[in-house]
């Protein structure tokens, strides 16, 4: 286990202008999972290969175990990766394939033998090590991947989108037996997706990327409840948080199709602006009861999507498609005009030019409560 410590790390490829990752600073706690987190050509994959060493950064600096590696060949940094592919070499079987990089080392026999048969246990793939990798499934490849990296026994866990070839349900399945893998092993473990779910369900700590420059470094729980900036805001949380743009007066937000009223928080966070940008997520937008209209949004409805225990909608608010969760019960149809409402307390407010947040929304005294 070791603490992994990025100071202002920077890289730039020969030819461009632009930095591919741009003053990333970061340190882990000893043991923990971090994911970085972003859409493709963000910087996050370059990230994790410049921790590897198999990119050069050329800015800033890089510790492991409080060691600069700085110019420290791959194999001399103690760490394992895990890639998308298996890359399993199909002539060897499952215990050579896991073995394969401690032969290299010159391990003793004996001691290669106790570590493949733990990790096998570990990861419940004792029956299969005399298999060859063409007589395995996807998730059971994914298995033996882990388990050569496993074996090395590490300071650091590299993987690198290590689940993008499994099929839906494997990957739900995968991912908790990663998790179970890390709380049992603990061993800080660095993990790159451009999957949010992957990256709330997993990850201790979420480094969101856009461009090559981190955006926000937090718990799940709160870049979900109050993102840095819009774009956090707009990247976590399946579906996507919606926005609108609105005018500030007497204490309510106004726009096209929409009034909604303020708190006093709210009140306090806009305080001398003329407009500002809205974000609501879909949960806690929903169809309007009685006669309060503090806080109203009317609509066309353009999609039903009855998902089981929920409904999803979206509807049309002045040029905005509004996405919004509703009871299964509630029948609602294509082409119906709908009225929508939201607490205030659940509104995040953003600057409409920087896209810094103004407010998110604090869960504290509910979690305190709970």
Do not use: W
Not at 339 to 363: H, M, Q, R, V, W
């Amino acid at each position: 286990m070791a603490v992994v410590e990025l100071s202002k790390v920077g890289k730039q490829y020969p030819g461009s202008d632009d930095l591919a990752v741009k003053d990333f600073n970061l340190v882990t706690e000893d043991g923990e999972f971090v994911v970085l987190v972003g859409p493709s050509g963000c910087g996050k994959t370059t990230t994790m290969r410049m921790i590897a060493g198999l990119e050069e950064h050329t800015q800033g600096a890089i510790k492991i175990g409080g060691r600069d590696v700085t110019g420290v060949a791959p194999k001399d940094r103690d760490i394992a990766m895990v890639f998308q592919s298996y890359a399993l070499y199909p002539h060897m079987t499952v215990r050579d394939n896991m073995a394969f990089s401690l032969k290299l080392k010159k391990y003793d026999k004996a001691d290669i033998k106790k570590r493949v048969d733990e990790a096998a246990e570990v990861l419940g793939i004792t029956a299969l090590l005399d298999r060859k990798p063409r007589a395995l499934s996807g998730g059971q490849r994914q298995r033996v991947a882990l388990g050569r990296a496993i074996v090395r026994q590490p300071q650091v866990f590299l993987m690198d989108e290590p689940l993008s070839n499994l099929d839906a349900k494997l990957r739900v399945d995968m991912r908790a037996e990663i998790v179970k893998l890390h709380r049992k092993l603990g061993v800080t473990t660095f993990y790159v997706t451009h999957d949010q779910t992957e990256a709330m369900t997993m990850g201790q700590r979420i480094a969101v990327m856009k461009d090559g420059i981190v955006q926000q470094i937090d718990s799940p729980n709160n870049l979900y409840e109050k993102p840095a900036n819009e774009f956090v805001a707009g990247f976590i949380g399946t579906p996507s948080m919606n926005f609108v743009d609105a005018n500030i007066s007497d204490n309510r937000l106004s726009g096209q199709d929409f009034g909604l009223a303020l708190d006093e928080p709210r009140r306090e966070a806009v305080a001398g602006r003329g407009r500002v940008r809205v974000g609501i997520r879909p949960e806690h937008l929903h169809l309007a009861t009685g006669d309060d209209r503090t806080c109203r949004m009317y609509g066309k409805v353009e999609v039903v999507e009855p998902l089981g225990s929920l409904t999803m909608i979206q509807a049309k608010v002045g040029e905005r498609t509004l996405t919004a969760q509703i009871e299964p019960h509630q029948q609602v149809s294509m082409g119906d005009h709908v009225t929508l409402t939201c607490a205030p307390d659940k509104l995040y407010l953003f600057d409409p030019e920087s896209g810094d947040a103004l407010i998110g929304i604090d869960n504290s005294q509910h979690d305190q409560a709970a």
